[in-house]
């Protein structure tokens, strides 16, 4: 009987211009892996300010879960605790689960000196992992995710990772970072939940796919927020859509699952997507502070509370389940006042599915 209802809606769906992608095969024991390197520098100019880069490592499928350092056992009491796997535990599902590591940097404008810059943005250093769930009803094209992540504000190594990336790239040396904020280090931790519907999802002329959704999106911790945003895709599209989540970022991507091509005739995957969201920011501890003393931080009063945020990019597919994306992010000024700017950067992702 239930296959028969899931039958009778995927039919349904079909006439509305959707196609579900359905989980026949279940969750693999590792189905891939990304990774992700962003940096200002990619935009083409020559300062280090804001958000000048990071690095994320994404490890997918079921042994995710599973990782020494994972924290996916607490993710999912906090699910249980928040009711938010009450959204979804009674209808048809398939699960994901990713696991993940990297660090976010961020300097001021002016890098050259050793002292306190009280009106622009502090040092910070985000060093973290992040485990996740993603819940997919197909016969709904809706996913929910959620996501937690820990780690460490203000560790000395910050200093030490970008002055090897500075070294590299033949940039200079960055001299204040015992300003940073949370200096000496200090625990931290981040709780979100999104929810993403797709509305078109339509096979088009010689195979060229396009797909459009909507995401909403709520966090609570180091960032709390909410969020609701857009996003696009258009090409030549063999994966399925609950894997394309740009919008799941705080600067950095986290947790987009990494699925395999169905790739047919030998024609791979190529395709360019964009988005953008409005975000209402309540706290953010990169440049609030959090428990600690910091040499620089800003009230909220000093702080824009409205963000919008948009990305364009291009994905690849290269051989034996190889992808590569190139993107561009921006978002508008969080700090008010004369050094409140406009962060840009651009970013690599390099993936392998199994």
């Not at 535990?89 to 009280?118: K, V």
């Not at 009803?137 to 002055?163: C, H, K, M, W």
């Not at 509305?199 to 796919?209: K, N």
């Amino acid at each position: 009987m239930r296959r028969i209802v899931i039958l009778i809606s995927l039919v349904l769906t079909s006439f509305s211009g959707l196609a579900s992608d359905i989980d026949p095969l279940g969750e693999k024991d590792r189905s891939g892996w990304a990774l992700y390197f962003d940096n200002d520098l990619l935009t083409g100019g020559d300062n280090d300010q804001d958000y000048t880069g990071g690095i994320a490592v994404t490890l997918s499928g079921a042994r995710a879960a599973e990782y020494p350092l994972s924290v996916n056992g607490w993710l999912t009491s906090l699910n249980g605790f928040s009711g938010f796997e009450k959204l979804y535990g009674d209808r048809d599902h398939f699960q994901r689960h990713n696991f993940e590591f990297g660090f976010t940097l961020f300097t001021p404008a002016d890098i050259s000196t050793p002292e306190p810059i009280p009106d622009d943005h502090p040092y910070a250093s985000l060093f973290f992992v992040s485990s996740t769930q993603q819940t997919i009803l197909p016969v709904r094209n809706v996913s929910y995710q959620s996501s937690l992540t820990v780690g460490f504000l203000g560790l000395e190594i910050a200093e030490d990772v970008q002055g090897l990336i500075h070294d590299l790239t033949g940039s200079d040396k960055p001299q204040g970072w015992a300003n940073q904020v949370s200096a000496g280090g200090e625990p931290t931790a981040r709780y979100g939940v999104t929810r993403q519907q797709t509305h078109i999802l339509h096979q088009g002329y010689r195979g060229l796919r396009t797909e459009l959704r909507t995401s909403l999106e709520a966090n609570i911790g180091f960032s709390t927020d909410a969020a609701a945003g857009v996003s696009w895709r258009w090409g030549r599209i063999n994966t399925p859509w609950w894997s394309y989540n740009p919008h799941q970022a705080e600067y950095i991507n986290l947790g987009a699952p990494v699925a395999s091509s169905r790739a047919s005739g030998g024609r791979r995957e190529f395709y360019v997507w964009a988005g953008a969201s409005l975000k209402y920011r309540f706290y953010n501890a990169i440049l609030q502070g959090q428990f600690r003393d910091s040499e620089v931080t800003f009230k909220r009063s000093e702080l824009e509370p409205v963000i919008a945020e948009a990305w364009i990019g291009v994905t690849r597919e290269l051989k034996s389940g190889f992808s590569a994306s190139l993107f561009l992010r921006g978002r508008t000024k969080e700090i008010s006042g004369l050094n409140g700017r406009a962060p840009v950067w651009g970013g690599i992702i390099i993936s392998r599915a199994y």
